[in-house]
């Protein structure tokens, strides 16, 4: 065969896939718009990302991103169809096909890439650490030997090995664990998200934020492997968002408080 003809047969194939590419990503919108709901795995222990209003009901930066797609996919946010993930379940739901997009403070690592598709970061976060308010811990400098207690799964579990290799780590499987054992004297501090910690601290006169902000990453959406096409529709609302203004009126109404704290604020 000559150049010419595996050329044009390259450009044959590229095509097709490009094709295949957007009728699967058409396909993917097509499903969610015939079940009438969209899935998204969000947090409810991690305010002001996700958490519970006093009646129970999901409250936070993600649920009303969450609710914005369901609004613009339906014209309804009642068709958002919240479900709750912790830092140990979530991939395993979104993998598993119980939810549709995972919004739940997910941050974006090689490893996740490789185990779903990643939109454009919607928000930026870096790690802080929380401990007593008596405490004399000015950072995660001072935590070696000392009882540190991370989310099981998180970036942090990770990172903290890294940053202070002396520190005695203790996984625990949500926020509040976390936070009720270092006021409960079981640890001496708490490594997690910035926004989460400090909202803790504001709360709780008992806790404190120390120390600077570390490795800031970006809070992404997650979609099943092979579901980019769901992923490009998002990024391209997100865009739209920032365009419109609408992004920063849920930015301010969740995180204006901290404003000058944040990464990027």
């Known amino acids: ?24 990503a058409e396909s993917s919108l097509d499903d969610l ?3 009438g709901v969209l899935r998204v795995g969000v947090k409810t222990d991690a305010p002001p990302f996700g958490s519970r209003d006093v009646h129970g009901r999901p409250v936070g930066f993600e649920i009303d991103l969450a609710r914005y797609l369901a609004r613009v996919l339906f014209d309804d946010e009642r068709r958002a169809r919240l479900v709750p993930v912790t830092t140990a379940t979530r991939f395993a739901e979104l993998q598993a096909g119980r939810v549709d997009l995972l919004i739940a403070t997910v941050t974006a690592t090689d490893e996740r890439r490789r185990l779903a598709e990643l939109s454009e970061p919607y928000f930026v976060s870096a790690s ?3 401990v007593p308010a008596a405490s ?13 207690t991370v ?10 090995a890294r940053w202070q290799p002396r520190a005695l780590l203790t996984a625990v499987g949500s926020v509040a664990e976390g936070a009720r054992a270092v006021k409960g004297g079981q640890a001496d501090a708490f490594v997690y998200d910035d926004v989460t910690l400090l909202t803790l601290a504001q709360h709780d ?11 800031p990453r970006g809070y992404v959406a997650a979609a099943r492997k092979g579901d980019a096409g769901l992923i ?12 419109d203004g609408s992004y920063v009126e849920i930015w301010r109404r969740h995180f204006r408080a901290f404003e000058g704290r944040l990464v990027g604020s």
Do not use: K
């Open 205 to 215: 006169p008992a806790l404190r934020v120390t120390g600077g902000p570390l490795a």
């Open 1 to 24: 065969m000559s150049g010419r003809g595996v050329a044009g047969s390259g450009v044959v194939v590229a095509v097709l896939l490009a094709v295949l590419t957007a009728a699967h």
């Open 33 to 35: 718009r015939a079940r």
């Open 136 to 148: 004399a811990v000015d950072g995660v400098g001072a935590l070696a030997a000392r009882r540190v």
């Open 232 to 243: 490009r529709w998002l990024d391209g609302w997100l865009a739209r968002m920032r365009r």
């Open 128 to 130: 802080l650490v929380l």
């Open 151 to 160: 989310i099981r799964g998180s970036v942090q579990e990770r990172d903290v």
